[in-house]
C-alpha cells in the first residue's frame, strides 16, 4: 500500500462545537485515525438544540407546517410558555383569547370608536352622532352627567322636600306632587273665594251671636281670624281692635271690648256679618 507524505505538517484545529482528537500535526509517516465531534447527537431521531439559527434563506421547520423566510411567519405553531412582543402586533384575522387580556388602554375602531383603560375609565365613540344600543340593564353606582350635568339619584320624594338639583323623580312621584298640588290649589281658590253674609243676634252687652261655622284656612294660610271678617252694627263698621272672635259649636261669636269700642250692645242692635263663614 502506497503512502502519502505530507510536505509541511497537516493539522485539524478545534473550531465552537467541534473537538478534533487528536489536534497535533499530521505529516504522513504512520497511521493516523482523526475523530471529529460535535458536542450533541445530530442524528434523526435526536432532540438538537441550537443557541441561534441565522439564514438569509427560507428556513423550513417540521416538514414545511412552519416556514420563517423574509421576516415573515407561515403555517401553524402553539406556543406554551411566555410570548413577548416588544413591537407592533397586527393580526388580520380573529384573535381568541382563554384567559385574562391586561392592557394599558384597549382600541375598538369598527362602526365606532372604543377606548377602555386600566383605571377602569372607557370612551365610547368619538362623534357626537354616534349611537350606542344597549340590550339589557344598566348597573350605575356612581353618577350620570348630561351635557356637564350632573345626577346621582332616582328619587321618589313625592313632595319634593329635598329641592335636590342632582336627583331626578319618578313618573309616580311627580304625579303624586302635581296631584296634591293640584287638590290643595282648589282648596285655596275655594277658601279665598269664600264670601258670605250673616245676620247675628244679642247675646249681652258685650256678645253677638252668628249660626255660622267660620270656614277652615288650607296649609300655608294663617287661621281664620276677626280680620277675615266685617262686623257691622246698626250699619257703622266695628273696629277690629275693639273686637275678636270665637267659634263655639255651631255658632260665632262676637265678643267686644266696650271700653275701647265706646259703646254697650243693645237687644234692638242689628249686627251685619260679612266674610270667611264656611257657608
Known amino acids: ?39 450533541q447527537d445530530v442524528g434523526t431521531s435526536s432532540n438538537v438544540i441550537f443557541n441561534q439559527i441565522t439564514s438569509s434563506n427560507t428556513f423550513i421547520i417540521d416538514d414545511s407546517s412552519l416556514v420563517l423566510f423574509d421576516n415573515q411567519i407561515t403555517g401553524s405553531f402553539t406556543q406554551t410558555g411566555t410570548f413577548i412582543v416588544s413591537g407592533d402586533f397586527t393580526g388580520s384575522k380573529n384573535l381568541t383569547i382563554l384567559g385574562k387580556i391586561t392592557a394599558e388602554a384597549i382600541y375598538s375602531e369598527l362602526s365606532e370608536s372604543i377606548m377602555i383603560f386600566d383605571s377602569g375609565s372607557s370612551i365610547f365613540g368619538d ?4 349611537t350606542h344600543n344597549i340590550t339589557g340593564s344598566v348597573l350605575i353606582s356612581g353618577s350620570l352627567v348630561f351635557n356637564n350635568f350632573t345626577i346621582d339619584e332616582i328619587s321618589t320624594d313625592n313632595s319634593l322636600t329635598d329641592s335636590s338639583q342632582t336627583s331626578l323623580v319618578t313618573e309616580r312621584a311627580a304625579k303624586t306632587y302635581l296631584d296634591n298640588e293640584v287638590s290643595d290649589s282648589v282648596d285655596k281658590q275655594t277658601y279665598l273665594r269664600k264670601s258670605f253674609t250673616h245676620t247675628g243676634t244679642f247675646v249681652n252687652s258685650s256678645t253677638a251671636s252668628f249660626s255660622a261655622v267660620t270656614a277652615s284656612s288650607p296649609n300655608g294660610f294663617t287661621a281664620t281670624n276677626e280680620f277675615d271678617f266685617m262686623f257691622f252694627t246698626n250699619g257703622l263698621l266695628m273696629e277690629y281692635d275693639a273686637i275678636e272672635i270665637e267659634q263655639s259649636g255651631s255658632s260665632l261669636l262676637l265678643k267686644v271690648n266696650n271700653n275701647s269700642i265706646g259703646y254697650d250692645l243693645r237687644v234692638d242692635d242689628e249686627f251685619i256679618g260679612f266674610g270667611k263663614f264656611n257657608s
Open 127 to 130: 362623534d357626537i352622532n354616534d
Open 1 to 39: 500500500m502506497a503512502r502519502i507524505f505530507f510536505k509541511e505538517p497537516l493539522k485539524f484545529v478545534d473550531g465552537t462545537g467541534v473537538d478534533v482528537n487528536p489536534n497535533t500535526d499530521l505529516k504522513g509517516l504512520e497511521r493516523t485515525t482523526v475523530t471529529f465531534n460535535i458536542d
